[in-house]
Nanobody, 121 residues
Framework: QVQLVESGGGLVQPGGSLRLSCAAS????????IGWFRQAPGKEREGVLC????????HYADSVKGRFTISRDSGKNTVYLQMNSLKAEDTAVYYC??????????????WGQGTQVTVSS
């Protein structure tokens, strides 16, 4: 059974940092492209960052470039999203997804349940 479980969200002040985790089960994530997406209330879900099977990084959102980093730990079968210099506009539910192909150009095929990130002072 394919499962993705996000964790690590919470409330942080502007300028703070969080590291989100996406733990995979039922498959080996090194064989797939894995992306992070986010959705704020009343807004469309948007892509944030993606890592391909080869390790190529795709920045879906220019607004997070230089602040967010995606990485994976093969031993833990987990993908991370390191979020630094957080802004109020980063507030959203963050989701990880297994994409339908090897590259980050593919669409999402499996979603996690999401984890809430709130940036507020």
């Amino acid at each position: 059974q394919v499962q993705l479980v996000e964790s690590g969200g919470g409330l942080v002040q502007p300028g703070g940092s969080l590291r989100l985790s996406c733990a995979a089960s039922g498959f080996t994530l090194d064989y797939y492209a894995i992306g992070w997406f986010r959705q704020a209330p009343g807004k469309e879900r948007e892509g944030v960052l993606c890592i391909s099977r080869r390790g190529t990084i795709t920045h879906y959102a220019d607004s997070v470039k230089g602040r967010f980093t995606i990485s994976r730990d093969s031993g833990k079968n987990t993908v991370y999203l390191q979020m630094n210099s957080l802004k109020a506009e980063d507030t959203a539910v963050y989701y990880c997804a297994r994409l339908g192909g090897n590259s980050c150009a593919a669409g999402p095929a499996y979603w996690g349940q999401g984890t809430q990130v709130t940036v507020s002072s």
